[in-house]
């Protein structure tokens, strides 16, 4: 489970309070004190006032990351590949492209390493002579 950051909890739970008073409108008034014991909600926690957050997810990463080195942005595509490899250690084609995207962006010994530990995690895959072949190219140069 991931801790919430706190920009993460900024836009939560301040964004909501911050809209109302750009919009001229007041935010809700917590409700007054009662004796009983259960607790008051506070504003924020109305559903309507929550922004939806959707826990991580290493395809949707990849999806995101692919696009970015689409166009040509490893800068943007790394961080990205590097999360995805961290949620779903298990997911080979978060850790091809992030030593794809360490190959492109010119950082050979990144490259390599990932190569390496894609190697570890799936000895046995398809294309582990591919790899092979390529960390040797790498290592030449």
Known sequence: MRRITPFLA???FALPAW?????GQTPPASPPSSSSSKPANPPHAHPRDIATFAPP???????VATYYMHKGDMNAAIPRLQEAVQLKPKYAKARL?????YEKDHDKDSAVTTYQD???VFPNASDANKIRKKIEKL???
Request: overall charge negative; glycine content about 0%.
């Open 10 to 12: 900024l836009i939560v």
């Open 19 to 23: 809209s109302a008073s750009q919009s």
């Open 57 to 63: 997810n290493a395809e949707k990463d990849v999806d």
């Open 97 to 101: 492209l992030l030593a794809e995207a």
């Open 118 to 120: 894609y190697l570890k």
């Open 139 to 141: 290592q030449e140069r």
